[in-house]
């Protein structure tokens, strides 16, 4: 009697179950990116997790360990990407700076700012504007208003007096008080524009 050979059906294995096995080379890789032990055991880890969740998308007629270090390369370099936008900013010194202060509060005073400027005579709304919102000298103002400058440092007086008592301002109250330089060149501007 002659021995028959017993064919038996090969169960494909699991490539979970070589997962372990590649985490010393996957380390080892892991640390030559890093520089850092403890950030390379988490990219190992994370590069494990991610293979273990897509092991669906692995084709076994192909090399694992390549797979795997591909896995970890493109987290290694995903990440990298990521840290370079984030800011360390644990006092919240960074963050504090970022803040804006609300646009409301510039829109309120530029219409509040623009009543009480439309009520002014033609003669002080020219003054405001040329002295106080384009930056002209006296002397500069007076040349264009054909006036003595005498005259335009006296209308620029009380046109800031009637303004302050239109806008409801105690003396020495400034109406952009608590308002940044920017808003307030908005402020003037707008009004400017609409002299």
Same mark, same amino acid.
């Given at each position: 009697?002659?021995?028959?050979?017993?064919?038996?059906?090969?169960?494909? $294995? +699991?490539?979970? +179950?070589?997962?372990?096995?590649?985490?010393? !080379? %996957?380390?080892?890789?892991?640390?030559?990116?890093? @520089?850092?032990?403890?950030?390379?055991?988490?990219? /190992?880890?994370?590069?494990?997790? !991610?293979?273990?969740?897509?092991?669906? !998308?692995?084709?076994?007629?192909?090399?694992?360990?390549?797979?795997?270090?591909?896995?970890?390369?493109?987290?290694?370099? &995903? =990440?990298?990407?990521?840290?370079?936008?984030?800011?360390?900013?644990?006092?919240?010194?960074?963050?504090?700076? %970022?803040?804006?202060?609300?646009?409301?509060?510039?829109?309120?005073?530029?219409?509040?700012?623009? @009543?009480?400027? =439309? !009520?002014? &005579?033609?003669?002080? @709304?020219? /003054? %405001?504007? *040329?002295?106080?919102? &384009?930056?002209?000298?006296?002397? +500069?103002?007076?040349?264009?208003?054909?006036?003595?400058?005498?005259?335009?440092?006296? @209308?620029? &007086?009380?046109?800031?007096?009637?303004?302050? #008592?239109?806008?409801? %301002? #105690?003396?020495? $109250?400034? *109406?952009?008080?608590?308002? +940044?330089?920017?808003?307030?060149? /908005?402020?003037?501007?707008?009004?400017?524009?609409?002299?």
């Amino acid at each position: 009697m002659t021995a028959r050979a017993v064919v038996v059906p090969l169960v494909p $294995e +699991d490539p979970r +179950d070589r997962l372990a096995g590649a985490i010393p !080379k %996957l380390r080892a890789f892991a640390i030559s990116l890093t @520089r850092e032990v403890s950030r390379a055991d988490d990219l /190992v880890q994370d590069t494990i997790l !991610k293979a273990w969740t897509n092991m669906d !998308k692995f084709d076994p007629a192909t090399n694992l360990d390549a797979w795997l270090f591909t896995i970890l390369r493109n987290t290694f370099y &995903s =990440d990298l990407r990521k840290t370079r936008r984030e800011v360390q900013d644990s006092d919240g010194v960074h963050a504090g700076a %970022l803040s804006v202060k609300p646009a409301h509060d510039g829109r309120l005073a530029l219409q509040e700012f623009q @009543r009480a400027f =439309d !009520k002014l &005579s033609p003669e002080h @709304r020219e /003054v %405001l504007i *040329l002295v106080g919102a &384009s930056g002209f000298s006296c002397e +500069d103002a007076a040349a264009m208003m054909g006036v003595a400058v005498g005259t335009v440092k006296s @209308r620029a &007086s009380r046109a800031r007096k009637r303004l302050a #008592e239109l806008l409801h %301002l #105690e003396d020495g $109250e400034d *109406l952009f008080a608590g308002t +940044d330089g920017a808003t307030q060149a /908005v402020v003037l501007r707008q009004a400017a524009a609409g002299f």
